[in-house]
């Protein structure tokens, strides 16, 4: 089955930058007609989209609180999906989560996605 592993998070202070790294594998899958999204979720808050891309084709989309201050980009070769966040505010704070759409279209709603890593923690200090 697909897994996803996030990594990269930590504690920053607003204006900052941090980048999550998210590895996906499987044995005996391919991932190019994939979608890969990342999503936040903070405490008492419902899980909402970051940001997607197309595999192959690199096509992104971006919430609007993130636009311009975020940029998801993918690597082939490690199979790897990347959120790079610059001028963090401490909104941003969340559980940062990533994800995968077998159909590969780039959907904005966490329902659409079909597996999940475990998420990793990005908390930004005001």
């Known amino acids: 089955q697909v897994q996803l592993v996030e990594s990269g998070g930590g504690l920053v202070q607003a204006g900052g930058s941090l980048r999550l790294s998210c590895a996906a594998s499987g044995r005996g899958r391919t991932f190019s007609s994939y979608a890969m999204g990342w999503f936040r979720q903070a405490p008492g808050k419902e899980r909402e989209f970051v940001a997607a891309?197309?595999?192959?084709?690199?096509?992104?989309h971006y919430a609007d609180a993130v636009k311009g201050r975020f940029t998801i980009s993918r690597d082939y070769a490690k199979n790897t999906v990347y959120l790079q966040m610059n001028n963090l505010k401490y909104e941003d704070t969340a559980v940062y989560y990533c994800?995968?759409?077998?159909?590969?279209?780039?959907?904005?709603?966490?329902?659409?996605?079909?597996?999940w890593g475990q998420g990793t923690q990005v908390t930004v200090s005001s």
């Open positions: 994800a995968v759409r077998f159909n590969g279209y780039l959907g904005r709603s966490a329902y659409e996605y079909d597996y």
């Open positions: 891309i197309n595999w192959s084709g690199g096509i992104t």
